[in-house]
Structure formats: C-alpha cells, structure tokens
C-alpha cells in the first residue's frame, strides 16, 4: 500500500485527474468558440485585403462592407471600388484570388502564411500582384512576439520594406538593405521574429507561384 | 497560540487596499504597464484576471485537502493556465479587436504572480467562500489600481476617458503618457502618491490624542 502512495501515479494522480478534466473542459470550448473565431478571422481578412493590393493610402478614411465575397471600399473621395474575393484551393493556409469590377478583371492573390517566431507562431497575408511577380503587401495576422521588440513586424514601417519587392530570389534579412533590393532590414533586438517573417513571405511566394502556374491556362481569368 | 486565519469580510476589505496587488504587493506589474494607455483595455484586463483569480481560487479551496506540498505549484500553475486559456478563446470569440489590442498580455496572465499568490497564501489554506472573497476583494484591488493608472494616462495623453473626449481636440495632449516611458511615469508618481498617504495616515493613528499629556 505504502509502495502505492510513494509511486508517481501515487503521487501524481490528482494532476493526472485535474489535466484530463482541464483538457476536455478546453476541448468543449474550443467545439464552441472556434466556428465563431473563425468568422472574426476571416472578416478581418476581408477588411485587409484592399490594403494588400490597392495600398493602404486608399483605406484612408474609406469605408469597408463585406457581403459575402464581395467587398465595397467606398474611399473619402473618389468611386467606389468593388472587389470579388474567392478562397482558391491551395496547400497554403489560405489562398485568395482577387478581382476588381468585373470578375474576370484579377487585381492580384492574397495567401496566408505561418511559421513559428520567437515566442510562437507568426501568421502572415501576402499580397502579390496578378502574375506574381511582384510582392504588393504584407499583413501580420496573428502574432504573440516579444512586446516592444519582436511585436514591431506589425508596425506600417516595417511592413512597408516588402511593397513592390520581385519575387524572383528569396528575401533575405541584412544589414545591407539599402544596397540590395532583396534584403530586408530586421528589427532592432528582433533579428529571429524579422526572420521568420522573411521566411513566410519566400515560402508562402514560392508556394503560390508553382500553385498558380499549375494551374489550366486561362483560369486565372475565368469568372 | 496559533494565529486566527482571516474571515472572509478581512480577506476581502484586505484585498482592496490594505493588501493592494499593485500599490502594496507590487504584483501584476506588467499589465499594469503594458495596457493602460487606455480605460477600455484596462478595464478587459481586469475582467479577464478576474475571471481566472475567482476560478483558481475556487478549484484550489475545493481541492485543498488533496494537495501534496511539493505539487502544489503544478496544480496551481495547471489550473490558471486552464482558465487563462478560455478568457484568451472567449475574447477572441465576443471581443476580437479588443483581443487582438491585448495581443500576448491576455496569455500572460498565467504568469501574473497576484494569482498564484492568492492560492498560494489564501485559497490552499482555506475554504471556497474565503477564497471566493478574497479573489474578489484583490480583484476590486487591481481594479482600482489598473483604473487609477490608465485614468490619468488616457486623460493626460489623449484628453479622453474611456474613449470619451473630455477636452476640446485642440487642447494640447501630453503624447509621452500613452507611450511606454507614460506608464512607468504614472505608475511610479501614483505608487509615491499612495505610500505617502499611508505614512501619513499611519503617522496620524501613532499620534497621541489631544490633551493627552
């Protein structure tokens, strides 16, 4: 009996217990929450993708409404603009195409992208222009990174280096950015988060690019 | 003699004040600087901690005849975890923009030391409705403290509370107090501020009464 008590089951039995009930509790509530997580996530990806392809000064002061796969950007001056998004199947998280008016028109794709960072793992949109060529525009949308370090990869300063960058070499972090058009500033104090974010884009660019290539002539203008 | 253990009315008024996590304790320090630039995610980061001081405390007191000493710190540690991992998913779920402004402070919660501290001192040792009242009295404690900070933050910074306007847009703001350097500025006068008070009235009560000679 007293070799029963001093055994790890014996000791540990109440943890045992307490992380089974926990991880069904968490698993219950994670059947609930996740469905509805989901739709603010993908909302918010909707809200973002304009940015993405159009430039984030269009957004300014402009007004946004989804419905379904169309969104409206109505900017402070100017006509309105309506874009057709459509998840397009794809090994990415997430792959969307995106036209303007007209559906046939392709403005360009937005695909989402992870990895771990420093502290977990960083979720990215990347925007890219119809024939994939060039990179229009990054979007962290999800991230835990050091506070006040690694959390600057949000901040519109560090975003904007990837605007307009080709995607024909893999992005690199240096010290160098200034001379080569391929390199990418890191974060002070954040070289592994500024990293992982590189690492993202040149795969999530170099997932997208064999996935559209792949695909039947044409279909890139199909409705 | 053994001391008498505090009643539940003690562990709540103690909680509040007395005992305050932020201005006495010094505990719970990091959401006290981090998310205080505003009201309104001040006020998510009260009710968030809240939710899991109130659940550990419970489940601890409920389960404290079984603990073993040397596991405690796993059970403790294991049960706010549980809790914090629900206020994060449920805030993402009802209150997403507010969840992604909090970004990893609401996960952070788990090592918010006021927590394991209140099972550690109150809830291991006593029955549910102490418990219950204690988490509830330093609850209101940290209430006070996070309000207090992130009020004259939020009015000295942006002229509003509660994302209410109170000055005229055209009234000059001090930027600095909703930036990092604000919360420690803040903190640190507001941290002054409370312990002169509490010399002073300590200094007072010391005092011998008129005419007494």
């Given at each position: 009996?007293?070799?029963?008590?001093?055994?790890?089951?014996?000791?540990?039995?109440?943890?045992?217990?307490l992380a089974?009930v926990f991880g069904a509790l968490l698993a219950a509530v994670h059947l609930k929450l996740s469905?509805?997580i989901?739709?603010?996530?993908?909302?918010?990806?909707?809200?973002?993708?304009?940015?993405?392809?159009?430039?984030?000064?269009?957004?300014?002061?402009?007004?946004?409404?989804?419905?379904?796969?169309?969104?409206?950007?109505?900017?402070?001056?100017?006509?309105?603009?309506?874009?057709?998004?459509?998840?397009?199947?794809?090994?990415?998280?997430?792959?969307?195409?995106?036209?303007?008016?007209?559906?046939?028109?392709?403005?360009?794709?937005?695909?989402?992208?992870?990895?771990?960072?420093?502290?977990d793992?960083?979720?990215?949109?990347?925007?890219?222009?119809?024939?994939?060529?060039?990179?229009?525009?990054?979007?962290?949308?999800?991230?835990k990174?050091?506070?006040?370090?690694?959390?600057?990869?949000?901040?519109?300063?560090?975003?904007?280096?990837?605007?307009?960058?080709?995607?024909?070499?893999?992005?690199?972090?240096?010290?160098?950015?200034?001379?080569?058009?391929?390199?990418?500033?890191?974060?002070?104090?954040?070289?592994?988060?500024?990293?992982?974010?590189?690492?993202?884009?040149?795969?999530?660019?170099?997932?997208?690019?064999?996935?559209?290539?792949?695909?039947?002539?044409?279909?890139?203008?199909?409705? | 003699?053994?001391?008498?253990?505090?009643?539940?009315?003690?562990?709540?008024?103690?909680?509040?004040?007395?005992?305050?996590?932020?201005?006495?304790?010094?505990?719970?320090?990091?959401?006290?600087?981090?998310?205080?630039?505003?009201?309104?995610?001040?006020?998510?980061?009260?009710?968030a901690t809240?939710f899991v001081l109130?659940c550990a405390?419970?489940i601890?007191?409920?389960?404290?005849?079984?603990?073993?000493?040397?596991?405690?710190?796993?059970?403790f540690t294991l049960t706010i975890a549980t809790f914090v991992t629900i206020a994060d998913r449920t805030l993402a779920a009802f209150?997403?923009?507010?969840s992604?402004?909090l970004?990893p402070y609401v996960p952070l919660i788990i090592v918010n030391?006021?927590i394991?501290?209140?099972?550690?001192?109150?809830?291991?040792?006593?029955?549910?409705?102490?418990?219950?009242?204690?988490?509830?009295?330093?609850?209101?404690?940290?209430?006070?403290?996070?309000?207090?900070?992130?009020?004259?933050?939020?009015?000295?910074?942006?002229?509003?509370?509660?994302?209410?306007?109170?000055?005229?847009?055209?009234?000059?703001?001090?930027?600095?107090?909703?930036?990092?350097?604000?919360?420690?500025?803040?903190?640190?006068?507001?941290?002054?501020?409370?312990?002169?008070?509490?010399?002073?009235?300590?200094?007072?009560?010391?005092?011998?009464?008129?005419?007494?000679?």
């Open positions: 009996m007293s070799r029963l008590r001093d055994s790890s089951l014996g000791q540990g039995w109440l943890i045992l217990l089974g469905p509805r989901e739709d603010n996530i993908r909302a918010e990806i909707m809200r973002e993708i304009p940015g993405l392809l159009l430039g984030a000064e269009v957004l300014e002061g402009a007004s946004i409404t989804i419905e379904g796969d169309l969104v409206t950007v109505e900017p402070a001056a100017g006509e309105p603009r309506v874009l057709t998004i459509v998840e397009q199947p794809s090994e990415a998280s997430a792959l969307y195409r995106v036209a303007e008016g007209d559906p046939g028109h392709l403005l360009g794709w937005v695909a989402r992208g992870q990895d771990h960072g420093y502290a793992v960083i979720e990215l949109l990347v925007g890219l222009t119809a024939d994939t060529g060039r990179i229009t525009g990054i979007y962290v949308l999800n991230q990174e050091t506070p006040a370090l690694g959390d600057g990869i949000v901040r519109s300063d560090f975003r904007r280096h990837f605007v307009g960058i080709p995607t024909d070499r893999p992005l690199v972090v240096g010290a160098d950015a200034a001379q080569s058009r391929y390199a990418i500033q890191a974060l002070t104090g954040a070289t592994v988060s500024s990293r992982s974010v590189c690492k993202i884009v040149n795969d999530t660019v170099a997932l997208v690019k064999v996935e559209i290539a792949e695909e039947p002539e044409g279909s890139n203008a199909r409705p | 003699m053994p001391v008498p253990e505090p009643t539940p009315l003690e562990r709540f008024l103690n909680g509040i004040l007395p005992e305050n996590p932020v201005y006495r304790q010094l505990l719970g320090l990091c959401p006290t600087l981090a998310v205080t630039a505003a009201m309104k995610p001040a006020m998510t980061m009260v009710g809240a109130i405390n419970l601890t007191s409920l389960i404290r005849h079984l603990l073993k000493p040397h596991l405690r710190i796993l059970v209150a997403y923009p507010m992604k402004l970004g030391c006021m394991i501290s209140r099972c550690e001192v109150c809830s291991s040792k006593q029955g549910p409705k102490t418990a219950l009242a204690d988490a509830v009295g330093v609850s209101l404690g940290f209430l006070l403290a996070l309000a207090s900070v992130a009020t004259v933050r939020e009015i000295l910074g942006n002229g509003s509370w509660f994302g209410i306007q109170l000055v005229p847009e055209s009234f000059p703001t001090l930027i600095l107090m909703i930036l990092p350097p604000g919360a420690f500025l803040a903190l640190g006068s507001l941290l002054g501020l409370a312990t002169w008070l509490g010399h002073r009235r300590k200094a007072r009560a010391s005092e011998p009464p008129a005419g007494s000679a």
